[in-house]
């Protein structure tokens, strides 16, 4: 494998998070104990980022062909003895392999890289473990959030995190020079007791997402129940009509705008409630409820869920015509018009209804994949704030408004029409309507000037009551202060 661009850091040589100070350490030797993948992904990148690279194994001769012709693959003592830095790429169950090694690794660094199978499995951490194993070592924990894959691939978007922690602030910054060499960011979490937190990270499955998942399903639950119930159990009581197959297409292609729909609005409602917070105490400085401050942090979440049942909602629609049941009610409707002697059936109201509809709705999922794109690190990342607000704040909302017409144009006439009402529930669309509409009357009420001139004030660092020195000069020329309401 060539260096090309995976040798080359994409953040060049400054300092990195977590304040490790590094300087270019391309061209000192590097050694790993192991030969397993992430041993070989390792190796490759560490060769392609320039540095010498020795592999122990316990059988070198059978293991030199999996790893690049550059790297040196011996034994296991003889790798040790060639560098002061070791990476350990064994499992924490072989670490007692090692133990021979002691007295040729004392005195050296060595990078605890491996990961558990489950969260807590142990009661310390695997670095703290190798690090009671080999007492007279100076062990870091480092590089096993990333992959074998990111290794040989190297960190192109540039958003690739090298998480170190070691009691040794020295070793800290050695290991960091290495990672930036490499094409990553270290970010230094701290001393050893952190090296647990480190580990679970690569264990956690989606942890951002399981809220927002959770609410989706639950919306989902809802509104599919609902739906089942005006749609297939009411005609089968009142009409003793079979209509189970409805279930399959039908009911969900009703549930899925309405979970979309009002899980879009569910990503501008708690910058409402945030704003009538700020207004109500006047300060910024207030600290929102914790459901709240969840609530803002996960809204990226939920608007992608919100746009992945939209593309669903339009899949599916455009599915309805192929179902063998809507060819059999065809077929029905037109030998009835037939036997009825309709000529005409066009309904002006119906066609321009529904022509708006269809076209509201794609303008809508347009946005709505607009939103979602930007979200996504590589782009949001070759956006300036304004640019990105714009997107999200500003082409969010109107998505939101265009999703209300979109719904409006569907109800139409019909929240009027007794007949819609089954088992006296509702319509469906007129129940998703109440939060965007509360939304977007709120959005309306904050762009009056008078409130929205208040509420750029206070985000801005205005605070009500707030007492603020000044200072006047005297009579004689000398200063005196005083201090006068901020509100006044």
Request: proline residues 4%; contains cysteine; aromatic residues 10%.
């Amino acid at each position: 494998m060539s260096r090309g661009d995976m040798a080359k850091p994409l953040l060049g040589h400054r300092s990195t998070e977590g304040d490790l100070s590094t300087t270019p350490a391309a061209g000192r030797t590097i050694g790993v104990l192991g030969s397993g993948d992430f041993a070989r992904s390792l190796a490759i990148r560490l060769v392609c980022s320039g540095f010498k690279v020795v592999v122990g194994s316990r059988n070198p001769k059978r293991k030199a062909s999996l790893f690049p012709a550059a790297a040196e693959v011996t034994f296991q003592a003889e790798a040790v003895k060639k560098t002061d830095v070791i990476f350990v790429a064994v499992f924490r169950e072989h670490y007692s392999t090692l133990c021979d090694l002691a007295d040729v690794l004392a005195g050296k660094i060595l990078v605890d890289v491996s990961n558990n199978t489950e969260i807590n499995h142990h009661k310390e951490s695997n670095a703290e473990y190798l690090a009671s194993l080999f007492p007279a070592c100076t062990v870091v924990k480092g590089f096993n959030v990333v992959s074998a894959w990111t290794l040989q691939s190297g960190a192109r978007d540039g958003n690739k995190q090298v998480l170190i922690c070691s009691n040794n602030q020295e070793a800290k910054r050695t290991v960091a020079e290495i990672a930036q060499v490499m094409g990553f960011t270290p970010v230094d979490m701290g001393c050893m007791s952190s090296a647990c937190e480190i580990e679970n990270i690569p264990l956690r499955l989606l942890p951002a997402w399981k809220i927002p998942i959770f609410l989706a399903l639950g919306l989902f639950l809802c509104f599919f129940t609902y739906n089942l119930i005006r749609q297939v159990i009411h005609p089968f009581i009142r009409e003793q009509k079979n209509k189970l197959y409805k279930i399959p297409i039908e009911v969900v292609n009703t549930t899925l705008p309405c979970v979309s729909y009002v899980m879009l609005s569910l990503v501008y409602l708690p910058g409402v409630l945030a704003a009538c917070s700020q207004l109500y105490y006047g300060t910024k400085y207030r600290r929102f409820p914790d459901w709240l401050d969840q609530w803002l942090q996960h809204r990226k979440q939920i608007g992608l869920l919100s746009f992945f049942c939209a593309a669903l909602h339009a899949v599916y629609s455009l599915c309805l015509p192929m179902r063998r049941s809507h060819r059999y009610l065809l077929i029905e409707t037109a030998v009835k018009q037939a036997v009825e002697k309709k000529m005409n059936i066009w309904v002006e109201e119906e066609v321009w209804r529904m022509e708006i509809y269809i076209s509201v709705g794609i303008i809508a999922l347009g946005l709505l994949s607009l939103l979602a794109i930007t979200s996504l690190p590589s782009i949001a990342n070759s956006l300036n704030w304004r640019e990105f607000s714009f997107i999200q704040s500003t082409l969010g909302f109107i998505a939101l408004v265009i999703s209300t017409l979109h719904t409006l144009t569907y109800g139409w006439s019909r929240a009027f029409d007794e007949n819609q009402y089954k088992f006296y529930l509702p319509p469906t669309y007129t129940l998703t309507l109440l939060v965007p509409c509360t939304v977007i009357i709120a959005k309306v009420i904050f762009s009056l000037p008078c409130i929205q001139h208040r509420l750029l004030r206070i985000r801005r660092g205005w605070e009500k009551g707030r007492y603020v020195k000044f200072v006047l000069p005297s009579a004689t020329g000398e200063f005196s202060s005083g201090e006068t309401s901020s509100n006044v």
